[in-house]
């Protein structure tokens, strides 16, 4: 985390950041940030059952423009949901997973994308099946760009 602390900083005084820590009492929230509401939940354990593969999921969420957002965390699954008027459905047009290298600036490790960013062949009404997985036993740090569409 601490690669991040420059970007906690900067959100955390102007009401850009949110945070969610999840277990198996609590293994579902939903975090309103931006224009959107941040659909947070434990993955499914290991084939496929209802438990958690690990005991608890965290992460720290930043809007940093506009359908831009900063995610960094472990164990999560994440899908967005638009919360302003226009289309209904959210979907990603950049997502990468990366660092802060010494000087801030932003280095990406993986163009994600297609299967890489699929979580859900059944998604509701209101989102997409594309969402982000963060961490799986190991943190992550990822950027997304939203769009919309019906």
Do not use: C
């Amino acid at each position: 985390m601490s690669q991040i602390a420059p970007q906690i900083l900067e959100h955390q005084t102007n009401g850009t950041m949110a945070g969610v820590v999840l277990d198996k009492e609590r293994p579902k929230e939903k975090v309103k940030l931006g224009s959107y509401i941040i659909n947070a939940e434990m993955p499914p354990g290991v084939h496929g059952t209802n438990a958690a593969a690990y005991p608890m999921g965290y992460g720290l969420f930043m809007a940093t423009g506009a359908d831009e957002y900063l995610l960094a965390g472990n164990n999560l699954l994440l899908t967005f949901t638009p919360d302003t008027p226009g289309p209904r459905i959210a979907g990603l047009s950049a997502h990468e997973a990366g660092r802060f290298d010494s000087k801030g600036r932003w280095v990406v490790a993986q163009l994600i994308g297609g299967d890489d960013s699929m979580i859900t062949s059944d998604p509701p009404a209101d989102q997409s099946g594309s969402g982000v997985r963060l961490g799986f036993g190991e943190r992550a740090i990822q950027r997304v760009k939203l769009y919309r569409y019906r």
